[in-house]
């Protein structure tokens, strides 16, 4: 299973950036998928999910209401629109594919995923 993330870079605290992540076209429509993110020194953090279906999404305290996560199953691809970004969500962007196709359970828990992408980094400056 390959999880191919892009989009991340440097931007100034306020700005917008949008993340993207291609998925496996064999079983992408099929699972749910997540955004963590890992800032130097800490540990990987739940950002977002949304359901296999598209209809649900969670999120973490700290982005609700700045980031939207979406999908696009027909191009097999997740997406994270940031807005208002700060520079405390600097931090290496990972996606995320749900261990069990067909199930939406404990999408915000790290151990319910068990495909990752390679990481895209997101720097704000302030």
């Known amino acids: 299973v390959q999880l191919q993330a892009s989009g991340g870079g440097l931007v100034q605290a306020g700005d917008s950036l949008s993340l993207s992540c291609v998925g496996d076209?064999?079983?992408?429509?099929?699972?749910?998928m997540g955004w963590f993110r890992q800032a130097p020194g800490k540990d990987r953090e739940f950002v977002a999910a949304?359901?296999?279906?598209?209809?649900?999404?969670y999120y973490a305290d700290s982005v609700k209401g700045r980031f939207t996560i979406s999908r696009d199953n027909a191009k097999n691809t997740v997406y994270l629109k940031m807005n208002s970004l700060r520079p405390e969500d600097t931090a290496t962007y990972y996606c995320?594919?749900?261990?069990?196709?067909?199930?939406?359970?404990?999408?915000?828990?790290?151990?319910?995923?068990?495909?990752w992408g390679q990481g895209t980094l997101v720097t704000v400056s302030s």
């Open positions: 076209e064999r079983t992408f429509s099929r699972v749910g």
């Open positions: 995320a594919r749900h261990r069990n196709p067909g199930y939406n359970q404990n999408m915000t828990l790290r151990t319910s995923y068990a495909y």
């Open positions: 949304i359901s296999v279906s598209g209809d649900s999404t």
